[in-house]
Every structure is written in structure tokens, then in C-alpha cells.
């Protein structure tokens, strides 16, 4: 399978188009829909979900197999892109990244900048002009791989370019290579080994750890909470790499087509310049708003908006798209039907049904398993004072008991209370805490982060980057805006707002009646059978 240089790479007994989906996931599934009707998508291929179930059971095949199973992709990937793997002239450096059939946001790893050596990187300084940019990719690429692929703790990296005078964003070319060389004696003192100077051994290592972590505890835990059983594995994503770090006309971004709490039409949108994708999904990085980048990049911001329009008609539906911006050109990486919060479900339904992009009897499938009659928004009833501001990334309001680790969350919520989990970021390793409590509320991270996707998915408020807040050392209390609160403290938040308030306010209720009414009558009109 291939189309407009996104190649399937070929496997025995490839399944027929209308069961690719769960051969090649999710991610390269789309991809190829979008390469076909012609938006700008990176060429790759895919290593499909038959593998995952043999390489977690038997682990890594050895190199000159590796190589041997990859040859023929990779030469496509090569001659699409223009460029070699390995080359020390114009190299190909790759991003290798999971692909289930079903999404599962942040759940799955992923390695960027695959491919950058000692031999490569004086390439991509000559290819690109922009020595900057080769030694931020390498130093990514160092810690990336020493967490992911080697499972080694990355604090001691973090530390090293926390202490960085200034910080690595304020690093000249020559500080950050020093940095750089920082980062590889300390892999090779935690690893015991030299960090890998083959691009090959990065690649196997790379896609190793993808395919591994389809067992990871998070991801295990999450397939747990939404029911998900006999998927076959995720498959590999191997694309060229775009480069977002690329200077202050670029960056990466993720955008939802519609407000995936609310169901409002437009883009939902968060944007990290010179940055890679992993900044803005991560959840640790301030991130910018459609304004700042209107500001900026005018036309890229045109691009976007024209480009949502353009997935909602393809795709039929509201969508949630990952792009990165290099030196001003759009390149998008990856499109999923957007997760939304139950009034979101509703709202869109009926909107896409009204604008003629379904059909009414498709949008009554679509809100099958919906508990119509508990819909309903809740928010704080004016004249309650709030004491922070926070980036709301939910709906509704939630009160509850403050738990400052995922074990408090845990035995707090098994003695029947509700509960806030309150961290300095909210990262996709707390989804057992996010799943019990009512809210969630950070320090840090953004409204598009993977982790505020789970949060909305599973109908918890969300405020997010709520810079008054500082959670103690001890993980025992917290600090916002001044006020201390121990664990078991009661704090409210509103997902719309993004205020957060001490103890419980009064609270107002709305319910959707256009909407339900909408849905009422197309059920009357569908018949007994089709409104079951």
C-alpha cells in the first residue's frame, strides 16, 4: 500500500484495504488518507501491529535482521525524501512513533531525531545552515533515547540543562554543544556504555521501545479503564523528520477542529515555537494561543484554519491533528477523531447533522451508550471569589478532597470521596489517578497536552498551567496564590473558566435543550427500532 510517498511497508498476508486499519493502526492509516487527498504529510513507513505481539514475546530481532526487514522501506522513505540514513552528506534523520488501531493519546512512546550521529550532524549543519538546530536535536535525542529506549531516570539530564546558565533555550550554538557532550558522558556513565553512534542500532533501539511499551503500566492501565481488549498491538511509525526547532518561524502545535469540552466550532489550538511535538504534548512547556500565532505566522495560521475545515470534511467528523511549522511550511504528523466530553459529543453531533456533513441517523449512532439525561454543565454561581486563574481544559465544575500523588488519589477516591489531583504537571503515568478522581489541576502543561485529553475523554474537569500554584517538596501540601492546603483539603475547580476556589461555592446548572430536543426528534422520526 502507498500513496503520495507515504509507504505500508509489504508483510506476508497483508490484510485487504477495508482491514488495514488494524494491520498498519491508526496513525499511518490516517496518514495515508490524508497523503490521498492531498495534505502536506512527511513520507514514512509503517512495521504493522503483526509484529508487536512477536517482538514483545521474543524480543528484538538481531541487527542484520533488522536491517534486512527495513531495507526496502527505507529506500522508499529515501527516495521520497531526497535524503539518506546515515549519509554524512544529506542524512535522513527519522521520527519513530506507536500506532494502535484504536487511540490510546500519550500512552505509547515515541523517539524523535533518530538517526543524528557524530558523522551525520556536520551534514545536517551544512544542509540546513543552522548549526543551532543539529546540536538542539542531538541533545533531545540523548535524553530521549536514555528514557525511552534504555529506561534510565532523566532528572540528572533535566538538572544538567536546568543548570545551564540562562537555560538551553538561551544557550549559544557553542554552550549548547558543550551541553551536549554533558548529556553523552552522563548516558555513558548511567548506561555503562557509550550512547549508540550507529544509526541503525538507534533505530532498533527506537523501535524496540515503541513495540515494548504496548505493555507499559500506563498503557495497560488505560486499554483497563476504556474496555479496550483483543487489539493485536500497536504498530511503528517511521517518518522523516520535520523540524520545528528550527528557529522563531517554527514550531509545533496540536489543534482540535471544534472545542472538544464545549463542542464549539473553531480551532482549539495550543503552539510551541522552535519547538519539537513532544514539547507541547508533554504537558511541561507554556504553550501559546491561535492569537499569538495570527500575530506571527499569519499565513500559517490561515493554512490551519483552511486545514480543519478541509479534515472535517474528509474525515466527517471533529478532528484533533498534530502539525509542526519548519521555516513557515504546514507538514502535518498525525489525525484522530477528536476525544470530547459527553456535552461536546452531543454538541458536535448535532452540528455536523445540521451542517450536512452526516446524516441525523448517523448522528444518533454516534450518541448509542450516551446517558442523554445526565448532560449538563455546571459552573460556580456568580459572587463566589476565586483565589487562582488556571488554562481551563475541561467542562463543568468538580469539588473535592486535594490529593497530591496518584496512591492518595487512589485511597481517597476507595473511601468514596471526590477528589482533585493537584500536580506540578499532569503526565499520561498518572492515568490511574485521573481516572479516579473528579478534576484535575496543574502548575504547568497545556490544554491540548495528551494527558488533558485522557482527563476530558474520561469527563474530568481540567485546569491546567495554573501558575500560582507550587506543590511542596514533601508532596504533602500545596501552595495557591498564598493559600496552603494539606492533603484532604477542599478546592473547586471550573473546567470552563479556569478559576479555582477554596472549599465548595454555590453552583448553577444548564442542560442542552435545543440539542436534546434536536435528537428527540430525530429519533420520533427514525422509528422504534433505529431509536433504541
Known sequence: MQSDGIQIIACPGLPPAEDALAAVGGKAFNLLKLAANGFPVPPGFVLPTSLCRQWIEKGPPPAADFRALVAGPLQCLEQAAGLRFGDARKPLLVSVRSGAPVSMPGMLDTVLDVGLTRATLPGLVAMTGNPRLAWDCHLRLVASYAQTVRGLDLAPFEKLSRDAAGGVAALDTLSLRALVLRHLALFADLAGEPFPDDPFQQLLGAVDAVFRSWNSERAISYRRINRLEGLPGTAVTVQRMVFGNAGPRSGAGVAFTRDPATGEKGLYLDFAFDAQGEDVVSGRRPLTRSAELVRILPEVMGALNRTGARLEEVFRDAQDFEFTVEEDELFLLQTRDAKR????????????????????????????????????????????????????????????????????????????????????????????????????????GGRTSHAAVVARELGKVAVVGCNALQVADDGKSCDIAGHRFAEGAEITLDGETGRVYAGAPAMEEERPQRQLAMVEGWRKAAGPLQAG
Open 341 to 444: 466530553s459527553a456535552w461536546a459529543r452531543l454538541q458536535i453531533a448535532v452540528a455536523l447533522a445540521e451542517e450536512g456533513l452526516i446524516a441525523p441517523r448517523e448522528a444518533l449512532a454516534r450518541l448509542e451508550g450516551l446517558d442523554l439525561a445526565a448532560i449538563m454543565r455546571r459552573r460556580v454561581a456568580g459572587g463566589s471569589d476565586a483565589i487562582a486563574l488556571g488554562v481551563p481544559a475541561g467542562i463543568g465544575v468538580a469539588t473535592g478532597a486535594v490529593a497530591l500523588t496518584v496512591a492518595a488519589a487512589r485511597a481517597q477516591a476507595a473511601q468514596g470521596k471526590p477528589v482533585i489531583l493537584v500536580r506540578n504537571d499532569i503526565a499520561t503515568e498518572d492515568i490511574d489517578g485521573i481516572a479516579c478522581a473528579a478534576g484535575v489541576l496543574t502548575a504547568r
